[in-house]
């Protein structure tokens, strides 16, 4: 197989996009991950002002986020027009009272793409150039997730719904290759080698309903865990929150995996507690996707601290309670429990990986996590319990919906 190379790809894509755009106008939406910049910057040395370039701010990106990116594209050396379109309360509005994961990925995609559909419009622009990737199309259609950026490939029709016919420059190409092209355009390290972030942005980390509260909990802890994980270099981390709800379920099934548990550190079953929390989130089975439960567990030593483990025994014990038990796809391990039960908990989530079809979850040292866990229990005072996630992918899919 020849080996990929970028400098030839922009070339090549630079006059297939003069071609494929002409005169006309074309837009972009820009949300700071490499794809989406990547494309921006490539279209932009290929039509120039027949470029228009957008941030939509859907109050689901990082704070601060849509102000940092559309500084990066203005200056030299990418002089990239951009404008900032504050739609924060549509969106939140839309997908109010939603807790089902596809179910908001499909409203957010419908929102987006009208919202798109109308600054396209405004801008005089028949043409959307965005960055959908080769992980993005397989995971889509093999039934896994429903990426927000997959259309044509699902048989919508974009002219016809929206009013735009879709460019996707970087369909062919994974990750790792959207991050040659990128340094070979001279993008900045903060943008080439950014961690993936979803096109529905953290409204994927809020597992079940969206509440402004909740976002705003989340928003703080992201930053803590990105802060942390940073040094570490993870090919993907993030923090999650869950409604601090447990399901009703048999008491057999949680004693079943304290047992479990108890066995895999040869500890007491008084020492182990277990929750199964009320909201879902996205797994695989089979290739395919599969919507099952959160486990939570706790295990303490004699003297009542947290049992702190080696991450790769976590990762045994997941497997061990997920083959017992097929309907969870997620188990995280406590890192810190307050005493006082509060409205969320917050869930670590770091992994490797090289394709994204496939992740090991990272091995974190416990120093790390312990100090993200005291950051995030004092700045977030409606958290009770930070874990680690410690599912790969399969079973789980990397992010939580």
């Known amino acids: 197989m020849e080996e990929f190379n970028p400098e030839k790809f922009v070339e090549e894509k630079i006059e297939e996009l003069k071609r494929t755009i002409g005169m006309e106008k074309a837009l972009v939406a820009v949300s700071g991950g490499v794809d989406s910049t990547t494309c921006a910057v490539l279209t932009h040395k290929a039509v120039g002002e027949n470029l228009a370039c957008v941030i939509l701010d859907d109050a689901f990106m990082r704070e601060g ?87 044509k490939q699902m048989g919508i ?12 420059p970087l369909v062919g190409l994974y990750k790792s290759q959207v991050r040659m092209v990128a340094r070979n355009l001279g993008l900045p390290a903060e943008i080439s080698e950014r961690q993936p972030f979803p096109g529905p942005g953290l409204s994927v980390r809020v597992v079940g309903e969206i509440r402004p509260e909740k976002l705003e909990t989340l928003k703080k802890a992201t930053t803590i865990v990105e802060n942390e994980l940073a040094k570490h270099k993870p090919s993907q981390y993030f923090a999650v929150i869950v409604d601090n709800e447990e399901e009703e379920t048999v008491r057999s099934k949680t004693m079943h995996i304290q047992e479990t548990v108890a066995r895999a550190f040869n500890a007491p079953a008084r020492n182990v507690s277990v929750k199964i929390f009320k909201d879902k989130a996205t797994g695989m089975k089979g290739g395919a996707r ?88 004092e700045k977030c005072p409606n958290v009770s319990t930070v874990y680690y996630d410690a599912t790969p992918k399969p079973p789980a899919t990397i992010e939580m919906e």
């Open 290 to 377: 599969h919507y099952g439960e959160i486990v939570g567990v706790k295990v303490q030593t004699a003297d009542g601290k947290i049992h702190q483990t080696a991450v790769q025994n976590m990762v045994a014990l997941q497997t061990r309670i997920i083959t017992e038990n097929p309907a969870i796809t997620r188990v995280f391990y406590a890192v810190k429990d307050l005493p006082e039960k509060k409205l969320y908990i917050i869930g670590i989530r770091a992994v490797q990986t090289k394709d994204f079809l496939a992740a090991k979850v990272s091995d974190i040292p416990w120093s790390t996590l312990e100090r993200i866990a005291e950051g995030i229990t």
């Open 157 to 168: 029709n974009p002219m016809e719904h929206y009013g735009f016919k879709i460019v996707e």
């Open 65 to 151: 986020e849509p102000e940092r990116v559309a500084e990066i594209l203005s200056k030299p050396p990418f002089n990239i027009p951009v404008k900032i379109v504050n739609v924060r309360e549509r969106f939140l509005q839309n997908m109010k009272g939603l807790r089902d994961a596809e179910e908001k990925r499909k409203v957010f995609r419908e929102t987006f793409y009208k919202v798109l559909g109308e600054t396209a419009k405004m801008e005089g622009c028949k043409i959307l150039v965005q960055g959908t990737i080769k992980a993005d199309i397989v995971e889509t259609v093999g039934g896994i997730k429903t990426q927000h950026n997959v259309l």
